[in-house]
């Protein structure tokens, strides 16, 4: 088997040999530059002064002397998929409470951030379904909601939630039972 591959390798090779190009009409050679005027080449690529003014264009053609590593940022810096500290995760949390709470003590609680998706009974507890910022959760009467509310109470079209920072009620209107 091995005699074969080589021997038909070997008549390829003959044949690409015999019907490839002639050398004058195959390849081309490289172009010849074609100027009106002959200028002499230059010899080497010169950097213009370093006080020379911008380009018409409004294109900085200056040289400038290179910035500070600090600047740029540090390419082979220690990076990590992992999810940040939790001490900086609630650091976060408290003052973005202390701000909501600062924002809602002087004009009242925010409006409610839920929207009503629906509700399911099962074996007489009734879980309602909540939409909060693109997020779904399930609400029991009696249990917090997030972390700012507490879902005190349910009527047949009414929820009413507890904001808890300022101990307020409020009250979302969800419609008829299916």
């Known amino acids: 088997m091995r005699k074969i591959v080589i021997g038909a390798a ?9 019907f490839a190009p002639d050398q004058d009409g195959g390849v081309v050679g490289p172009a010849a530059a074609t100027t ?24 900085d053609l200056q040289i400038h002397p290179r910035v500070a590593d600090d600047e740029m940022g540090n390419v ?62 399930v609400a029991r009467p009696g249990e917090k909601v997030n972390d700012s509310y507490l879902l005190d109470s349910v009527s047949d079209n009414t929820m009413n939630f507890i904001y808890l920072p300022l101990n307020q009620k409020q009250t979302l209107v969800v419609g008829d039972t299916n």
């Not at 070997?10 to 040999?17: C, E, G, I, K, R």
């Not at 509700?119 to 939409?131: N, V």
Request: no cysteine; charged share 15%.
């Open 10 to 18: 070997a008549v390829a090779t003959l044949l690409a040999a015999w």
């Open 76 to 137: 082979f810096a220690k990076q990590s998929w992992a999810p940040e500290t939790p001490k900086k995760v609630m650091m976060d949390q408290a003052q973005a409470q202390q701000t909501a709470q600062q924002a809602s003590a002087s004009s009242g609680p925010p409006a409610l951030p839920f929207q009503f998706m629906g509700r399911f009974t099962d074996e007489g507890r009734t879980a309602y379904f909540l939409q909060i910022d693109g997020q779904n959760v």
């Open 36 to 59: 009106r005027e002959a200028a002499p080449a230059p010899a080497a690529v010169v950097a213009p002064p370093a006080s020379a003014a911008p380009a018409a264009d409004g294109i």
